[in-house]
């Protein structure tokens, strides 16, 4: 396919060759195995994908899931990839290298037609090996919820409350991934309502900007883009130029371990609990100590094994 203009296939049309796998509401794909020759697959792995003109696919937001998944399910089926759906493994009688070609490009398909945001929950090849593992999981993340899972998504986010403790990045994403999961099974909930939702999520400590907020206009004039941009930018103002810099790339740092806390993303020299162990570690040397001169002289030492640690820990 060409990286130019971005067309895609419309659906085959009643009776030209099969159903469409349904993208409708989440639904499951089906498992039956189509009927796929080597040949097949060698074409699609050693051509272009075709993708007439007329039908524009637009990228997945994750609030257009239905649209989205089933014109994704046409043209896979259009390039006699559809296998490629409801398959882990290499099928019986096509070759690994060719299986392997199509997984690569169907893979890049989707990294082309979703919005950065969304396609970053299914990145990771470890995790999500096969074009198969990345869209059911983005099926699970934005498709259709059932009644009793719509209501639980939202009790959380009614009663959601951001922990100044940890990153605020990745805890700000998981309340907007509720609102996308609410807005799929039809219980949308409008930008002002979020807008208060997060500032109701806010700790205390963020009491100030919260009611700075509300006093800067009418309700009606709140963005929650505005909102979680003021959110992080007092993060790093409270955790300093370092931490600022974290906040801005937690996202990609979410995989990351401390190797203090062993909890996931910031390093060892950002971990708020080894900050207090050592400065508690201090106080209690302090209160033992009676040399005043072996004081110094510990002190210096502690400072200059925290700038060590600070330099090689993470």
Same mark, same amino acid.
């Given at each position: 396919?060409?990286?130019?203009?971005?067309?895609?296939?419309a659906?085959?049309?009643?009776?030209?060759?099969?159903?469409?796998?349904?993208?409708?509401?989440?639904? $499951?794909?089906?498992?039956?195995?189509? &009927?796929?020759?080597?040949?097949?697959?060698?074409?699609?792995?050693?051509?272009?994908?075709?993708?007439?003109?007329g039908?524009?696919?637009k990228?997945?937001?994750?609030?257009?899931?239905? =649209?989205?998944?089933?014109?994704?399910?046409a043209?896979? #089926?259009?390039?006699? =990839?559809?296998?490629?759906?409801?398959?882990?493994?290499?099928?019986?009688?096509v070759?690994?290298?060719?299986?392997?070609? =199509?997984?690569?490009?169907? &893979?890049? *398909?989707?990294?082309?037609?979703?919005?950065?945001?969304?396609?970053?929950?299914?990145?990771?090849?470890?995790? *999500?090996?096969?074009?198969?593992?990345?869209?059911?999981?983005?099926?699970?993340?934005?498709?259709?919820?059932?009644?009793?899972?719509?209501?639980?998504i939202?009790i959380?986010?009614?009663?959601?409350?951001?922990?100044?403790?940890?990153?605020?990045?990745? #805890?700000?994403?998981?309340?907007?991934?509720?609102?996308? &999961?609410?807005?799929?099974a039809?219980?949308?909930v409008?930008?002002?309502? *979020?807008?208060?939702?997060l500032?109701?999520?806010?700790?205390?400590? *963020?009491?100030?900007?919260? $009611?700075?907020?509300?006093?800067?206009?009418p309700?009606?004039?709140? &963005?929650h883009?505005?909102?979680?941009?003021?959110?992080?930018?007092?993060?790093?103002?409270?955790?300093?130029?370092?931490?600022?810099?974290?906040?801005?790339?937690?996202?990609?740092?979410? @995989?990351?371990?401390? @190797?203090?806390?062993?909890?996931k993303?910031?390093?060892?020299?950002?971990? @708020?609990r080894k900050?207090?162990?050592?400065?508690?570690k201090?106080?209690?040397?302090?209160?033992? %100590?009676?040399?005043?001169?072996?004081?110094? $002289?510990? %002190?210096?030492?502690?400072?200059?094994l925290?700038?060590?640690?600070? =330099?090689? $820990?993470?």
């Open positions: 396919m060409s990286t130019g203009t971005q067309r895609t296939p659906a085959p049309a009643s009776g030209s060759g099969g159903s469409v796998p349904s993208g409708s509401g989440g639904g $499951s794909l089906s498992k039956a195995p189509s &009927k796929v020759s080597a040949s097949r697959i060698k074409a699609a792995a050693t051509n272009p994908f075709n993708a007439p003109s039908v524009n696919l990228p997945l937001t994750g609030e257009n899931w239905n =649209v989205w998944s089933g014109t994704m399910s043209l896979m #089926q259009f390039n006699s =990839v559809d296998s490629i759906l409801t398959h882990d493994a290499c099928l019986s009688g070759d690994a290298d060719d299986w392997d070609s =199509v997984q690569m490009k169907t &893979k890049a *398909y989707l990294r082309l037609y979703c919005v950065a945001d969304v396609y970053s929950t299914v990145e990771s090849d470890t995790d *999500y090996p096969t074009f198969k593992d990345k869209f059911e999981q983005l099926r699970d993340t934005y498709g259709g919820v059932g009644s009793t899972a719509a209501f639980n939202w959380e986010l009614m009663q959601a409350r951001l922990n100044d403790t940890s990153p605020l990045t990745p #805890q700000l994403a998981k309340l907007n991934e509720a609102r996308i &999961k609410l807005s799929n039809g219980m949308g409008s930008d002002i309502q *979020y807008c208060l939702i500032l109701n999520a806010l700790p205390d400590s *963020y009491e100030v900007v919260a $009611s700075t907020l509300l006093a800067s206009g309700i009606s004039s709140l &963005k883009s505005e909102i979680n941009a003021r959110i992080l930018n007092e993060e790093g103002r409270k955790l300093g130029p370092s931490a600022s810099l974290n906040a801005a790339h937690a996202g990609k740092k979410s @995989h990351l371990t401390c @190797h203090y806390c062993n909890k993303g910031h390093f060892k020299h950002d971990c @708020h900050k207090r162990d050592e400065a508690k201090k106080q209690k040397e302090g209160e033992d %100590s009676t040399d005043g001169d072996t004081n110094s $002289s510990d %002190s210096e030492s502690g400072k200059a925290n700038a060590f640690e600070l =330099v090689f $820990s993470g």
